[in-house]
T-cell receptor
Framework: DVKVTQSSRYLVKRTGEKVFLECVQDMDHENMFWYRQDPGLGLRLIYF???????EKGDIPEGYSVSREKKERFSLILESASTNQTSMYLCASSFPEAPETQYFGPGTRLLVL | AQKVTQAQTEISVVEKEDVTLDCVYETRDTTYYLFWYKQPPSGELVFLIRRNSFDEQNEISGRYSWNFQKSTSSFNFTITASQVVDSAVYFCALSPGMDSSYKLIFGSGTRLLVRP
């Protein structure tokens, strides 16, 4: 079974704080993704990575950065959290043979005060 | 434009009823994939099905069935004899073309509530 884990289920941070969201997958997947989910908007892609140290912007990268130092770990960084980044964040990974079929972690619900 | 539309925001049914969740997509690509995911209250998206654009055969898996019609750009999902455990948010998604094969474009989701 594919296992994608995220470091926290719930986080509360203050405006201006630097926030790290961690994602780990145990299936040796090359591709990893970060999405945010907001009511009425579905999931929107923030960044994805197709290899260690490789990254590409998704549809809404502003205000975020990412880090992929090891294959199994993909971190999402909010350099200076703002209230409009309050959201559910979902990490996903996929097999290289079927990069479009993504497997998701449980999500981190972030509240920025 | 690449887009997925799930016009039904919320559906409520009584247990054992059949229910169909609609999904309409837009893409200019001839090669693409379509997906359905289930998000139960726990939050994790669960992969249900992947269908490629060249395969219009309908698929049945237990109580779940999918109807893919290219002519109407639709990929609808039917749950037969619904159960309370089917209560979740369901997302339809599109992976458009070979150049963007990493990307999934999601619809806004349909919340299904199955009442006992």
């Amino acid at each position: 079974d594919v296992k994608v884990t995220q470091s926290s289920r719930y986080l509360v941070k203050r405006t201006g704080e630097k926030v790290f969201l961690e994602c780990v997958q145990d299936m040796d997947h090359e591709n990893m993704f970060w999405y945010r989910q907001d009511p009425g908007l579905g999931l929107r892609l923030i960044y994805f990575s197709y290899d260690v140290k490789m990254k590409e912007k998704g549809d809404i990268p502003e205000g975020y950065s990412v880090s992929r130092e090891k294959k199994e770990r993909f971190s999402l960084i909010l350099e200076s959290a703002s209230t409009n980044q309050t959201s559910m964040y979902l990490c996903a990974s996929s097999f290289p043979e079927a990069p479009e079929t993504q497997y998701f972690g449980p999500g981190t619900r972030l509240l920025v005060l | 434009a690449q887009k997925v539309t799930q016009a039904q925001t919320e559906i409520s049914v009584v247990e054992k009823e059949d229910v169909t969740l609609d999904c309409v997509y837009e893409t200019r690509d001839t090669t693409y994939y379509l997906f359905w995911y289930k998000q139960p209250p726990s939050g994790e998206l669960v992969f249900l099905i992947r269908r490629n654009s060249f395969d219009e055969q309908n698929e049945i898996s237990g109580r779940y069935s999918w109807n893919f019609q290219k002519s109407t750009s639709s990929f609808n999902f039917t749950i037969t004899a619904s159960q309370v455990v089917d209560s979740a948010v369901y997302f339809c998604a599109l992976s458009p073309g070979m150049d963007s094969s990493y990307k999934l474009i999601f619809g806004s989701g349909t919340r299904l509530l199955v009442r006992p």
